[in-house]
């Protein structure tokens, strides 16, 4: 299994509400990394989790919460958030045997497309 | 902070042509990766290089990467309207995450 997943495909919401977006894998990798994509540009890192700990927040505002209740696991959580943060979300993950080895190929999945009203 | 310049930003290319992206980086790699994405789509590795001076091929597509470790070229034979997408490098140094390039977004003009 060298899949991804991603929940749900689609998500729109108001700027009071709260909705949670999930990443799943089984191929045991121990790195997992949020980005964020904004139509024609490049993914932007958001988040990166190794073995299951918060290693990297790129001064995210914290409307945006990761979790990661275990290895297989991601969400981002989100609230109040403006319609600036519109854009697709991208989850993936390395194997990190190395710690965050900069040579791990990243696996991303499909992305939840947020739009914000 | 480490940046990975991309270059071109759009290529229209005909059928059959053949369609260069470049990436230039201000500091050394230790690594370059290449990924594709598609219209719609998601991020798809496609290689890795790590060596001074590497040049690896996968069916029309060659990749090279420069004897500074600072660029590094993806170039497509023949292209097909398969091809479309927007092709990203992305290069890293030690343990940093990724640095994407701004990608280039390839159309083939059947």
């Known amino acids: 299994d060298t899949e991804v997943t991603q929940t749900p495909k689609h998500l729109v919401m108001g700027m009071t509400n709260k909705k949670s977006l999930k990443c799943e894998q089984h191929?045991?990798?121990?790195?997992m990394y949020w980005y964020k994509q904004k139509a024609k540009k490049p993914p932007e890192l958001m988040f990166v989790?190794?073995?299951?700990?918060?290693?990297i927040n790129e001064s995210v505002p914290s409307r945006f919460s990761p979790e990661c209740p275990n290895s297989s696991l991601l969400n981002l959580h989100l609230h109040a958030l403006q319609p600036e943060d519109s854009a697709l979300y991208l989850c993936?993950?390395?194997?990190?045997?190395?710690?965050?080895?900069?040579?791990?190929?990243?696996?991303f999945g499909p992305g939840t497309r947020l739009t914000v009203l | 902070g480490q940046q990975v310049m991309q270059i071109p930003q759009y290529q229209h290319v005909q059928e059959g042509e053949d369609f260069t992206t470049y990436c230039n980086s201000s500091?050394?790699?230790?690594?370059i990766q290449w990924y594709k994405q598609r219209p719609g789509g998601h991020p798809v590795f496609l290689i890795q290089?790590?060596?001074?001076?590497e040049v690896k091929k996968q069916k029309r597509l060659t990749f090279q990467f420069g004897e500074a470790k600072k660029n590094s070229s993806l170039h497509i034979t023949a292209t097909q309207t398969t091809d479309v997408g927007t092709y990203f490098c992305?290069?890293?140094?030690?343990?940093?995450?990724?640095?994407f390039g701004k990608g280039t977004r390839l159309s083939v003009i059947a």
């Open positions: 993936a993950s390395s194997q990190d045997e190395a710690r965050l080895a900069s040579t791990d190929t990243q696996y």
């Open positions: 191929m045991g990798h121990r790195a």
């Open positions: 989790y190794s073995y299951e700990k918060l290693s």
């Open positions: 500091t050394t790699l230790s690594n």
């Open positions: 290089l790590v060596k001074s001076g």
């Open positions: 992305a290069g890293a140094r030690g343990n940093t995450p990724l640095v």
